[in-house]
């Protein structure tokens, strides 16, 4: 079951997805700002955040290069935006990130604008994966053991959802 909604933002597709994570705010901010623990279940960064911009090398995918990441807004720990640098504007991926205190921890909404609709068959189940990763890294401490598996078996969701049969 799926976890994305497609929503309309600011006249935008959007894919928008909410968690409970039972880790306090401060917890969870760090595991998507600070680079070792990204890196347990997502990527690595390397840079000066406060110049507003890192290298971002994906950990969990293959032929992926280090790409910079411009931080667009910041304000800890409850929301994050970035968004990767591409000649290709088809190519910007923009993320943001907002968690608030919540019973009994986090919530947390990850939303991504969408160029075209037709990208959530790849980037729905691929966010599901790598919140779950998330989830589990944060509960262990230790990088995630989550595989790729069943998660492409998510996209005939991610096609009802945003309506593109």
């Known amino acids: 079951m799926i976890t994305g909604r497609h929503e309309q933002i600011d006249g935008t597709d959007h894919l928008v997805l909410r968690r409970g994570i039972e880790a306090p705010v401060e917890e969870v901010w760090a595991a998507f700002t600070e ?3 990204l890196g347990l279940w997502f990527a690595t960064w390397a840079g000066d955040p406060a110049s507003g911009q890192v290298e971002v090398t994906w950990a969990f995918e293959e032929d ?42 986090t919530a947390l909404t990850f939303s991504q604008p969408l160029s075209n609709r ?3 068959r790849d980037v729905g189940p691929g966010w599901e994966y790598y919140l779950d ?9 230790h ?23």
């Open 35 to 37: 680079s070792d623990r």
């Open 64 to 105: 992926m290069p280090t790409e910079p990441y411009v931080i667009e807004e910041c304000d800890p720990p409850h929301h994050l935006r970035a968004r990767n640098v591409h000649e290709d504007p088809t190519q910007v991926w923009t993320i943001d990130v907002a968690l608030t205190e919540a019973e009994p921890g």
């Open 118 to 120: 037709e990208m959530v």
């Open 133 to 141: 990763r998330l989830q589990e890294s944060i509960e262990t401490g």
């Open 143 to 165: 990088p995630s053991t989550i595989a790729w598996g069943g998660y492409a078996g998510l996209t005939p969701e991610y096609v009802r959802e945003f309506d593109l049969a």
